[in-house]
Antibody, heavy 115, light 110 residues
Framework: EVQLAESGGGLVQPGGSLRLSCSAS????????MHWVRQAPGKGLEFVSA????????FYSNSVKGRFNISRDNSKNMLFLHMGSLRTEDMAVYYC????????WGQGTTVTVSS | QSVLTQPPSASGTPGQRVTISCSGS????????VNWYQQLPGTAPKFLIH???QRPSGVPGRFSGSKSGTSAYLAISGLQSEDEADYYC???????????FGTGTKVTVL
């Protein structure tokens, strides 16, 4: 079964850092681009970042550019999102999704930014 | 920040047809294909339509997509109670060099 499982969310102070992980199973991970998408409480979906299948190209929304870094370890079927200089507006459920058109989603991990 | 505009709500009675619009620009919908996602309350989004009008296996035939110029449309025919959810369109934006999502439409089955 194709599955994605996010982890690493939690409570962090403004200005702090956090690393999210996404574990993939049930498919050939290095054949697919991957995304991070977030959803603030009561709000809509927002693209955060994407990375191509080999990790050679990465894309970011303007709201996180320069603060977040996406990476992947194809040998371990893992996707990561390194988040720095966190702001209250980064507080959201973070989802990883497979493929350029986001055909499979994980269940999400919650990031809370508060002092 | 959403670049694609959707109506905040839509509704219909069971069996009716409901259509949701998604309005963008030349840099996103006008240049790239559109995907649609369904999000049931308290759950992760689910892939519904890709490449403007292609339904993945397992998605009921009552869901259909179309695109014209810088707008896209999701139609739900034969509306059912389990279709009550939030629906989002999305497309790659060539100017932003990233994906953009619609503002979302809440569908209510009366």
């Amino acid at each position: 079964e194709v599955q994605l499982a996010e982890s690493g969310g939690g409570l962090v102070q403004p200005g702090g850092s956090l690393r999210l992980s996404c574990s993939a199973s049930g498919f050939t991970f290095n054949d697919f681009a991957m995304h991070w998408v977030r959803q603030a409480p009561g709000k809509g979906l927002e693209f955060v970042s994407a990375i191509d299948d080999k990790g050679g190209s990465a894309f970011y929304s303007n709201s996180v550019k320069g603060r977040f870094n996406i990476s992947r370890d194809n040998s371990k079927n893992m996707l990561f999102l390194h988040m720095g200089s966190l702001r209250t507006e980064d507080m959201a459920v973070y989802y990883c999704a497979r493929n350029w058109h986001m055909d499979v989603w994980g269940q999400g991990t919650t990031v809370t930014v508060s002092s | 920040q959403s670049v694609l505009t959707q109506p905040p709500s839509a509704s219909g009675t069971p069996g009716q047809r409901v259509t949701i619009s998604c309005s963008g620009s030349n840099s996103n919908i006008g240049s790239n294909s559109v995907n649609w996602y369904q999000q049931l309350p308290g759950t992760a989004p689910k892939f519904l339509i890709h490449s403007n009008n292609q339904r993945p296996s397992g998605v009921p035939g009552r869901f259909s997509g179309s695109k014209s110029g810088t707008s896209a449309y999701l139609a739900i025919s034969g509306l059912q109670s389990e279709d009550e959810a939030d629906y989002y369109c999305a497309a790659w934006d060539d100017n932003l060099n990233g994906y953009v999502f619609g503002t979302g439409t809440k569908v209510t089955v009366l």
